[in-house]
């Protein structure tokens, strides 16, 4: 079964640094992108950043170009979002997702996590 579960969320000072982790299984890592979206809220969800499957080839949201990063490491299955310089309007619940469907990327989203909740305090 296809299986994706975030975790490293928490509660960090606003330009403090936290990393999310995503461990993917039951399906081939190189065949698919991973993306991460969040919902702050009363917002409605937004994508963050995605990472190819096959060039490793990666896309950053306006809002968080040059702050976050994001890696995957395919021995250990894990995909991850690397957030540095975090701000307050980075509160928001973080999800993991097979495939990318925002940006330049045209990959149905098929399978979630539940999602990891990050708190920035000003």
């Known amino acids: 079964e296809v299986q994706l579960v975030e975790s490293g969320g928490g509660l960090v000072q606003a330009g403090g640094s936290l990393t999310l982790s995503c461990a993917h299984s039951?399906?081939?890592?190189?065949?698919?992108?991973i993306g991460w979206l969040r919902q702050a809220p009363g917002k409605e969800r937004e994508g963050v950043s995605c990472?190819?499957?096959?060039?490793?080839?990666?896309y950053y949201a306006d809002s968080v170009r040059g702050r976050f990063t994001i890696s995957r490491d395919n021995a250990k299955n894990t995909v991850y979002l690397r957030m540095n310089s975090l701000k307050p309007e980075d509160t928001a619940v973080y999800y993991c997702?097979?495939?990318?469907?925002?940006?330049?990327?045209?990959?149905?989203?098929?399978?979630w996590g539940k999602g990891t909740l990050v708190t920035v305090s000003s």
């Open positions: 997702a097979r495939g990318c469907d925002f940006g330049p990327y045209y990959y149905g989203l098929d399978y």
């Open positions: 990472i190819s499957g096959s060039d490793g080839s990666t």
């Open positions: 039951g399906f081939t890592f190189d065949d698919y992108a």
